[in-house]
């Protein structure tokens, strides 16, 4: 267990380092999370009533998604673990005496958190300083709030254990760009990252709740805002931890199999 918190506190600082890029991503993110509730607040001021959320719930939804971003962004990789595959250099990762799974899933995590740390704490700060109903609200219970929490944690560790896929994908192919961009789209799209879950229609709803990408970020953000609530949100919460195991246990298994029939060409 020491070498891999090692692995996750290496990872963690060296991530810390890059605090001018922070701003600049703090800048971008409020930004941007400004430019989208505007956006919804063209469509609200429609004259309809029939909206799925209301709009306080929907800009904190964004609000904390901006926050977040560095945690649940669908597109970030780490570049070392693919150029370690495709480059044969996994040959000195394999010497290693630890859990090639283990050992990259912790790295991933670590430089995912010493992100949101940089961004986290200021977006929120701001937004929750912005005029009504344009701010960003507390949850509306304390239950809410822990069970946000747990929420949020399972959905950070959905993602890592659907992207450890990813990265094992890469031993089968020639270049890794290819899946990385699929995922990329895959997951943006129906994690609620684009157009909130509620948002869609009623139909396909139950389908897109059954997948694990709302497992990701929509749940602990609809848990948040209050949207989900009570039984609905320990039901949420046990459907996260059933697509991780079933994610932990098809990465072990493939990454044995893979592991199995690596071939390091070189010198």
């Given at each position: 267990?020491k070498?891999?918190?090692s692995f996750f506190?290496?990872?963690f600082?060296?991530?810390?380092?890059?605090?001018?890029a922070?701003?600049a991503?703090?800048a971008t993110?409020f930004?941007w999370?400004?430019m989208?509730?505007?956006m919804?607040?063209?469509?609200y001021q429609?004259g309809e009533?029939?909206?799925p959320?209301?709009?306080?719930q929907?800009?904190?939804y964004i609000w904390m998604?901006?926050?977040?971003?560095?945690?649940?962004?669908?597109?970030?990789?780490d570049?070392?673990i693919?150029e370690?595959?495709?480059?044969?250099?996994?040959?000195y990762?394999?010497c290693?005496p630890c859990d090639v799974?283990a050992m990259?899933?912790?790295?991933?995590?670590?430089?995912r958190?010493?992100?949101v740390v940089?961004?986290?704490?200021?977006?929120?700060?701001a937004a929750?300083?912005l005029?009504?109903p344009?701010n960003?609200t507390l949850?509306?219970g304390w239950?809410s709030g822990?069970?946000f929490?747990?929420s949020?944690?399972?959905?950070?560790?959905?993602?890592?254990?659907?992207?450890?896929?990813?990265?094992?994908?890469a031993?089968?192919?020639i270049?890794?760009?290819?899946?990385r961009?699929?995922a990329?789209?895959?997951i943006?799209f129906?994690?609620?990252?684009?157009?909130p879950?509620?948002?869609?229609?009623e139909?396909l709803?139950?389908?897109?709740?059954?997948?694990?990408?709302?497992?990701?970020?929509n749940?602990?953000?609809?848990?948040?805002?209050?949207h989900?609530?009570?039984?609905e949100?320990?039901?949420?919460?046990?459907v996260?931890?059933?697509?991780?195991?079933?994610?932990?246990?098809a990465g072990r298994?493939?990454?044995k199999r893979?592991l199995?029939?690596?071939?390091v060409?070189g010198g």
């Amino acid at each position: 267990m020491k070498k891999y918190l090692s692995f996750f506190r290496i990872r963690f600082i060296a991530g810390l380092q890059y605090r001018a890029a922070a701003w600049a991503g703090i800048a971008t993110q409020f930004a941007w999370g400004g430019m989208t509730i505007l956006m919804f607040w063209a469509f609200y001021q429609s004259g309809e009533n029939n909206f799925p959320m209301t709009f306080p719930q929907l800009s904190s939804y964004i609000w904390m998604q901006q926050a977040f971003l560095a945690m649940f962004m669908a597109w970030f990789f780490d570049n070392d673990i693919f150029e370690s595959i495709t480059s044969g250099s996994i040959a000195y990762e394999l010497c290693r005496p630890c859990d090639v799974y283990a050992m990259w899933f912790v790295k991933n995590m670590a430089i995912r958190l010493s992100r949101v740390v940089l961004r986290c704490f200021p977006i929120l700060l701001a937004a929750a300083f912005l005029p009504a109903p344009f701010n960003i609200t507390l949850p509306p219970g304390w239950l809410s709030g822990v069970l946000f929490l747990a929420s949020v944690t399972f959905g950070f560790l959905v993602l890592i254990s659907f992207s450890m896929l990813i990265y094992i994908s890469a031993f089968y192919t020639i270049s890794p760009m290819g899946i990385r961009i699929l995922a990329t789209s895959v997951i943006e799209f129906f994690a609620g990252a684009i157009i909130p879950i509620p948002f869609f229609p009623e139909a396909l709803q139950p389908i897109l709740y059954a997948l694990p990408f709302a497992s990701m970020q929509n749940t602990p953000f609809l848990i948040y805002t209050g949207h989900i609530s009570g039984f609905e949100a320990w039901r949420s919460i046990a459907v996260q931890l059933v697509w991780l195991a079933a994610l932990m246990i098809a990465g072990r298994i493939l990454m044995k199999r893979a592991l199995k029939k690596v071939i390091v060409q070189g010198g």
